[in-house]
Structure formats: structure tokens, C-alpha cells
């Protein structure tokens, strides 16, 4: 038995295929989907969503959205989302560098709100190239 899953951002659908499992970060922790899950609604964070297709996982960043589960269809609805294979290893740990930099020379409560949210969204994209962790 599969799972039918859908993910999609303003401008594009990301994926649109069977999987047999997925893992998903959501705003209270990460969740396990198999096929039969109760229906649900939640709110995704920016983190690393976990794709099993037979004996193969692959990732993909998430930039925040909700996702909706029932009857073996997930519909995650996201900001952004990229496939780990998609990213630049080298462009993605630039971004991280300068994400860290420009923390650490944040100045007041909205410098640094957005410059530890750019932090989150780096080290996401440096996780998705990595796999599983």
C-alpha cells in the first residue's frame, strides 16, 4: 500500500508521485506518515521532509506551510521547497556562512528574528543535501 503525496509552493509543484513513508517536520515535532494515518491538518515548519520510496529515502526543504492527511493523500502546502538532489552543496553552505554572520551582527528584536529565521532556512537546505541525519 502507498501513499499519495503532493507537494506544492505558490509557483510549482515539487512532487507528485507515490511514496511508502514519510517523515514531516511540523510546528510541534516531526511526524510519521504511513499509509492509513488518521486524518489530520498541521501546521509545517521549516525543516527536512523525509520521502521512502521502496528502500530509498529522499529529502526535500521545506520552507514552512501546512500539510493535510487523510485517506492515503498528503497535500503539503509550503512557502518554498526544494529536493536535496536539486541543491548546490557549495552555493548552500555560502548561504549557511553568511546566514551565521549575519546573526552574529544583528541589531535589534526584528535583525534578529529575520536573521535567525535566513539561519533556519540555510541549515534546512545544508540538511536536505546531507539525507537523512
Known sequence: MTLNLCVLT???IIWDSEAKEIILSTNSGQI???PNHAPI???VDIGILRIRLNDQWLTMALMGGFARIGN???TVLVNDAEKGSDIDPQEAQQT???AEANLKKAEG???LIEA???LRRARTRVEAINGIS
Open 109 to 111: 528584536k526584528r535583525q
Open 72 to 74: 492515503n493523500e498528503i
Open 41 to 43: 491538518a498541521t501546521a
Open 32 to 34: 510519521g506518515v504511513l
Open 116 to 118: 535567525n529565521l535566513a
Open 96 to 98: 549557511l556562512a553568511i
Open 10 to 12: 505558490p509557483n510549482r
